[in-house]
């Protein structure tokens, strides 16, 4: 399973675009890239999914350079309850490792 | 119906004690997911069930024991667990992995459960 690498915390402004890179040097060839979003005591609720270029919802972008070798989650004019912690998760089927997520804190 | 519910939210329990947790969904998915979070830690798998058998048992002691008596119903049985087992545990339910493709995951809100 491919192993991912993300910032451990970020800090952002109210109204600002917030951009998390996720790095997975080793992404393989049947590999999707997944981001999850988790709030305290809660369990993780699914973001965006993609496999190549960019993918597109509305609460998020997902931005995949050709390589694939990193993936980055773009937040749009976030707010106060964006603060969470995000995941970047790579792999296919039922088995799915968390990597460490980054925290990310907006500021009024 | 996209949700997946967990009983209890809480769980005091000791040494000692016999427990389960439960979980449940309406969604017709047939893989779910068992989960074990502890404190400003990512969620870690524990257990995958896919079409009600079990598929992935991510090497957890046998004092967790996991059952899926129907495709909507997870259980997890507890007994004789330790301190350090105090967590959040967490359910999740999706369709199954099919090779070259991931399914998003629902979760539950999990179980705080303390082991005294």
């Known amino acids: 399973l491919a192993k991912t690498t993300q910032p451990i915390s970020m800090d952002s402004y109210e109204g600002q675009e917030v951009n998390i890179t996720c790095s997975h040097n080793?992404?393989?060839?049947?590999?999707?890239i997944t981001w999850y979003q988790q709030f305290p005591s809660q369990g993780p609720r699914f973001i965006i999914q993609?496999?190549?270029t960019k993918v597109t919802n509305e609460v998020a972008s997902l931005f995949i350079p050709a390589d694939r070798k990193s993936s980055t989650l773009s937040l749009p004019r976030v707010s106060l309850s964006d603060t969470a912690v995000y995941y970047c998760?790579?792999?296919?089927?039922?088995?799915?490792?968390f990597g460490k997520g980054t925290r990310l804190h907006i500021l009024p | 119906d996209t949700e997946v519910t967990q009983t209890p939210k809480h769980l005091v329990m000791g040494m000692t004690n016999k427990k389960s947790l439960k979980c449940e969904q309406h969604?017709?998915?047939?893989?779910m997911y068992w989960y074990k979070q502890k404190a400003k830690k990512p969620p870690e798998l524990m257990f995958v069930?896919?079409?009600?058998?079990?598929?992935i048992n991510e090497s957890v002691p046998s004092r967790f024991s996991p059952e899926c008596p129907n495709s909507s119903l997870l259980n997890l049985h507890l007994h004789a667990l330790q301190p350090e087992d105090s967590a959040l545990y967490l359910c999740?339910?999706?369709?199954?992995?099919?090779?070259?493709?991931?399914?998003?995951?629902?979760f539950g809100p999990g179980t705080r459960l303390t082991v005294l």
């Open positions: 069930y896919s079409y009600e058998k079990l598929s």
């Open positions: 998760l790579v792999g296919e089927d039922d088995k799915i490792i």
């Open positions: 969604m017709g998915h047939r893989a």
């Open positions: 080793n992404i393989a060839t049947n590999d999707y």
């Open positions: 999740a339910s999706s369709h199954p992995g099919l090779a070259g493709a991931y399914n998003e995951q629902f």
């Open positions: 993609g496999y190549k």
